[in-house]
């Protein structure tokens, strides 16, 4: 029962380069989110899913993409890193109808050099 | 602008004793609130939630009070022990707004044995 797994769990990376975080489920579920966390601010929203092929933006959208071309998978991309983009990055996915908590995988950490 | 606010970044309390974590938010649209609680190293698990048609939901030691006039909510832990520190967060979204989390900052809270 693996619920959300998240690949890597720790990266580190120089400015410029670029990566992908993968997100992957096993729950079914239509609706996959990704977040980052920073001290003192809780998590933030930067781009999520309604369902297979659909990407949409959250609060802090800017530097990264998307994709989701299967239902059980959403890949987070950074094409060229910055030192703001240091953070541990989450994906959660959650099921219908609406008002269903989400679930979260135990998140990347992140260092931009 | 933070839509949902946790105004005490840190909580100690005696094991045995009440917990009490509060959490304000200023959109009036959002109708489903969530709390989250968080190990270091591990995602945020969901611990209990209420939805706006509700002023309380209980479930086991935890207990959420929703004041929909005061935008507030708070999460009681009763009674409190050593294996409840991590950090708490709060979470609310608007049913018109695709599942989205807003999260509070977050209160660390410290049972003391």
């Known amino acids: 029962n693996a619920g959300v797994t998240q690949t890597p769990k720790f990266r580190v990376l120089k400015t410029g380069q670029s990566m992908t975080l993968l997100c992957a489920q096993d729950?079914?579920?239509?609706?996959m989110y990704w977040y980052r966390q920073d001290p003192g601010m809780g998590l933030r929203l930067i781009h999520y899913s309604v369902g297979e092929g659909t990407t949409a933006k959250g609060e802090v959208p800017d530097g990264y993409n998307v994709s989701r071309l299967k239902k059980q998978n959403f890949l987070l991309g950074l094409e060229s890193a910055a030192p703001s983009q240091t953070s541990v990055y989450f994906c959660?996915?959650?099921?219908?109808?609406?008002?269903?908590?989400?679930?979260f995988g135990d998140g990347t950490r992140l260092s931009i050099l | 602008d933070q839509q949902v606010k946790q105004n005490s970044p840190s909580l100690s309390v005696q094991e045995g004793r009440i917990s009490i974590l509060n959490c304000d938010y200023t959109n009036s649209m959002f109708d489903y609130f969530l709390w989250y609680k968080k190990y270091p190293a591990e995602g945020p698990t969901f611990l209990i939630s209420?939805?706006?048609?509700?002023d309380k939901n209980e479930d086991g030691r935890f207990t959420v009070f929703l004041n929909k006039s005061a935008k507030h909510l708070s999460l009681h832990i009763v009674p409190s022990q050593p294996g409840d520190s991590a950090v708490y967060f709060c979470a609310a979204s608007g049913s018109n707004q695709g599942g989205k989390l807003i999260f509070g900052q977050g209160t660390e809270l410290s049972v003391k044995p």
């Open positions: 729950m079914n579920h239509e609706y």
């Open positions: 959660a996915s959650r099921t219908d109808p609406t008002n269903q908590p989400q679930h």
């Open positions: 209420i939805s706006s048609i509700k």
